[in-house]
């Protein structure tokens, strides 16, 4: 049973690569928020209490026809700040294997419930949107090597399309399996199953104390009970590993239409605050009358705005239009739109 579900996934792996590569987190639907965790995963439970299982297993190391290795595994959850969802962490670490060998990172399956055989396929990612393949392909380290990833299941499973494992699934108690099977299957015909206890945000913190501004929080947000006045909102990740935000403020002066904008760069990934100075833009004109140019154009400061990301589709917004009489204030900020294709949370 367990030998016709990795050749069926296998078949299904092959052909997504065949059409190139996809995003684990937003085109798979795992059931968290893509935004819940930093790139860089944490290296431990936050505490004993946020600890479900620190434990060591036996493992085969690759093409090994018995359980020659062991494992330390140690597997908890982490909160998101979109209320009601978490995601699971499973650090895995060779405490022992022959010379001239290595333990491979397991496939994973999962089920809903206490279950002798989970039969949802899911990956171990260490870092969000790498593909398909997640972590299986890689070595257990040793010592200082070990490794935190992330635990996705996908939704559906090819043998049987009317079962799903949706996000109540995935926050409540579940069964996950490591199965070692792939790579020595004399040795491990079946895997080490961990009942997953359900989230509970008392015992399961979040990463970071506040969200943190990424890339999906970018898109249009407004602001309840101010009409037709809104905040235009680009985060962007660049290839240097930096990011920098860019906003566009819409209002109104004298009954006329009105923007403003900033914009900064070379953050560090992982703010979770951003203060922008606003600029008025003046000396142009419609642009099918032309007649101007760059020099023409004047940019004066009229004050700033503060950006304070609540969740994934919420974030306070101070500002201080001081200079222009606009006066000072907080509004909180709903998402109206997102960037084509990038849902911040696909599962709200």
């Known amino acids: 049973m367990r030998v016709l579900i990795i050749l069926v996934s296998m078949f299904l792996t092959a052909t997504t690569y065949a059409q190139g590569e996809i995003n684990v987190l937003t085109d798979l639907n795992s059931p968290f928020p893509p935004g819940c965790v930093a790139l860089s ?29 062991v494992v330390r595994v140690i597997i908890w959850r982490v909160g998101c700040h979109d209320p009601g969802y978490s995601v699971v962490m499973v650090r895995l670490q060779t405490v022992q294997a022959p010379a001239n060998s290595f333990v491979m ?15 949802h396929d899911g990956q171990l990612i260490p870092t969000p949107a790498i593909g398909m393949a997640g972590a299986s392909s890689e070595v257990i380290g040793a010592g200082s090597l070990a490794r935190t990833y992330m635990v996705a299941v996908n939704p559906t499973t090819p043998n049987d399309p009317d079962s799903f494992f949706l996000p109540e699934d995935y926050n409540g108690e579940f069964t996950l399996e490591l199965f070692w099977g792939d790579f020595a299957l004399e040795a491990a015909p079946f895997g080490e199953l961990f009942p997953i206890a359900g989230y509970d ?17 970018s898109g249009q947000y407004t602001f309840a009970d101010v009409p037709s006045t809104g905040l235009q909102l680009l985060v962007g990740e660049q290839s240097d590993d930096t990011n920098f935000i860019f906003a566009i403020f819409f209002t109104y002066i004298n009954g006329e239409p009105f923007w403003v904008y900033g914009n900064t760069g070379g953050e560090a990934p992982g703010f979770p605050q951003v203060e922008l100075e606003m600029l008025e833009v003046t000396g142009g004109d419609f642009f099918t009358l032309g007649g101007f140019d760059q020099g023409n154009i004047s940019q004066n400061s009229v004050g700033s705005i503060f950006i304070d990301p609540i969740d994934c589709d919420t974030m306070l917004v101070g500002y201080d239009f001081s200079p222009l009489g606009g006066g000072t204030g907080v509004l909180q900020a709903d998402r109206l739109i997102n960037i084509a294709g990038y849902d911040c949370n696909p599962w709200r």
């Open 105 to 119: 990172v397991p496939r994973i399956f999962a089920d809903s419930g206490i279950v002798d055989f989970p039969l």
């Open 41 to 69: 995963l944490p290296d431990a439970p936050a505490s004993a209490d946020n600890t479900l299982f620190d434990e060591e297993v036996l493992a085969p190391s690759v093409d090994s026809t018995v359980l020659d290795s």
């Open 201 to 217: 945000p008392a015992q399961d913190p979040t990463q970071f104390d506040t969200q943190l501004l990424h890339g999906r929080m």
